[in-house]
C-alpha cells in the first residue's frame, strides 16, 4: 500500500493532483478542498488510499491520516465506493460526518450528491458504530445524551425509520420496534450501546414470520 506521497505539485486539476515523486508524476484524485491547499511547484504530502481494480489502479491523496481512514471506513458500507466516499469528504469534513452519524443527521447525508432519503437512512445504520464520536468533543457528546435521556432512544428512531424507509407501514415499523426493545435493553444494561444493524435483522425477521 502506498501510504503517502512527498514532493512538488507538477499539475493540478479540479480534483486531480499530479505530485513528482522520485522523476516519477503520481497522478493523485482529491477533493476540491484538498487542491485548494496545493500550489504547483511548491512541495506537498498527502495521505493517500490505493484502490485496486481489475482494470485499474487508482490512488486517492488526503490532507491528513484522519481523512484517509474515514474515507476507507466510509466503503465499509455497503454500496459505498470510493467515489462515493470521496464526494462524502468533498461536501463534509471528517469530524462534520462523525457529528452527522453520530446524531442520526439524515439531512446533511443527502447534501452529498448520489445520496438520496433511503440511502442515508441506510449509510446512518451502518456507520453508527463505525466513525465514532467527532474528535475532542466530549462535552457536546454528553450534552446530547443528556437530551436524548428526556426523549425516545435514538436507535428506536433509526430502526423505525429503516423499516418505514424498507416499505414497512408505521404500524408495521413500531410492533417490530417492540419485539426487538429486550434485545437492545439487555446491550444496553450489559454497558453497550443498541447494536442497530443486529436490531434491524431481528425486526426484519419478527415480521416476515407475523406474515
Known sequence: MIAFVSGPVAALAPTLAVIEVGGVGMAVQCTPNTIAGLRIGQDAKLATSLVVREDS????????????????????????????????????????LRLAVSTGDEKSLTAVPGIGKK????????LK???????????LVGAQRGAVAAGPAPWTEQL????????????????????????????????????VPQLLRAALQSLNRSR
Do not use: C, N, W
Not at 466510509?74 to 468533498?90: D, E, H, I
Not at 408495521?172 to 446491550?187: F, G, I, R
Open 57 to 96: 489502479l487508482t490512488l486517492y491523496g488526503f490532507a491528513d491520516d484522519d481523512e484517509r481512514q474515514v474515507f476507507e471506513l466510509l466503503q465499509t458500507a455497503s454500496g459505498v465506493g470510493p467515489r462515493l466516499a470521496q464526494a462524502m469528504l468533498g461536501v463534509h469534513s471528517p469530524d462534520a
Open 119 to 126: 440511502g442515508a437512512q441506510k449509510l446512518l445504520l451502518e
Open 129 to 139: 458504530d463505525k466513525l465514532g464520536v467527532p474528535l475532542g468533543s466530549s462535552g
Open 160 to 195: 423505525s425509520a429503516a423499516l418505514i424507509g424498507l416499505g414497512y407501514a408505521s404500524r408495521e415499523a413500531e410492533e417490530a420496534v417492540s419485539a426487538v426493545t429486550p434485545q437492545a435493553e439487555a446491550a444496553i444494561a450489559a454497558g453497550g450501546s443498541a447494536p
